[in-house]
């Protein structure tokens, strides 16, 4: 048993889905969530710049005392999760993985739709994690950079919306997808939108809930779980602390009590 905290990162705010299966999958558990307000979005930059801002934000939770650290950041997970597992005393979990693992558990056609930034995508990271699983898998991929903006706007059902998912969402429709991959922490948010233009023969795949349980099967196995006492959420952030805490309570579904600013 193990009550020091887990450390989750995203490039902003985006994770706080993550962080939220997290809470609810393991209540038990004290987070301290950091979000890169400061540089998002990581979808844009090279793959050497976000393993450099990654690696910044894993040495800064270990400074904290986290005994695991969550990528709660699709572009995190795609560029730098191998790097931070090689450099890191304590356990790293991404979410590409447990993304690909539910699909390929869903899908009965084998041909996969999987949305997310420019990087995710041209990272490649989804289709080789699917492909390892299931190697005659078609995947077909179909970044959505406007989709951030509009949920960090709140307009998850604004017409706006609508008309950009179905743009973004039609190559998948005619390859005839039967599961889609919600690959960017932010689109859960959009998920009945997406429900409906999709139709109700797909299924559409949150990597949030599903790295929540591969977290928790993770800190089982190395006996890391809390034993129960009071867990403590922490959020930092390393800019724009009025925005993430009046966007995060969107994520949350509750308020952000305390947000602490902390530069790199």
């Not at 304590?90 to 558990?105: D, L, Q, T, Y």
């Amino acid at each position: 048993m193990n009550n020091a905290p887990l450390g989750v990162f995203d490039s902003g705010i985006g994770g706080l889905t993550v962080a939220r299966a997290l809470f609810e999958r393991l209540p038990k558990e004290s987070v301290i969530y950091f979000g890169d307000t400061a540089r998002v979005p990581y979808g844009p930059k090279s793959p050497d710049t976000v393993r450099r801002y990654s690696a910044e934000i894993l040495a800064y939770l270990l400074r904290r005392g986290v005994k695991a650290v969550v990528v709660a950041c699709n572009t995190s997970t795609a560029h730098a999760l191998g790097y931070l597992q090689e450099h890191s005393s304590v356990p790293v979990v991404g979410v590409i993985e447990p993304g690909a693992r539910a699909a390929v558990r869903a899908t009965k056609t084998g041909t996969i739709g999987v949305i997310g930034t420019a990087g995710t995508i041209a990272s490649g990271a989804y289709e080789r994690a699917i492909k390892a699983l299931r190697p005659e898998a078609r995947v077909h991929s179909q970044p959505c950079p406007l989709f951030v903006p509009l949920v960090e706007e709140g307009w998850f059902e604004h017409p706006a919306a609508e008309l950009i998912a179905r743009e973004y969402l039609e190559p998948l429709k005619r390859a005839n997808v039967d599961v889609l991959v919600l690959g960017c922490t932010h689109y859960p948010l959009l998920k009945p939108l997406l429900a409906r233009v999709m139709g109700s023969d797909v299924t559409l795949v949150d990597s949030a809930e599903e790295t929540a349980t591969a977290v928790s099967r993770e800190l089982e196995r190395l006996s890391l779980l809390a034993n129960g006492g009071a867990h403590d959420h922490r959020f930092v952030v390393s800019d724009d602390e009025s925005h993430f805490r009046k966007v995060g309570a969107l994520f949350l579904g509750e308020q952000l009590k305390q947000v602490e600013v902390v530069p790199l």
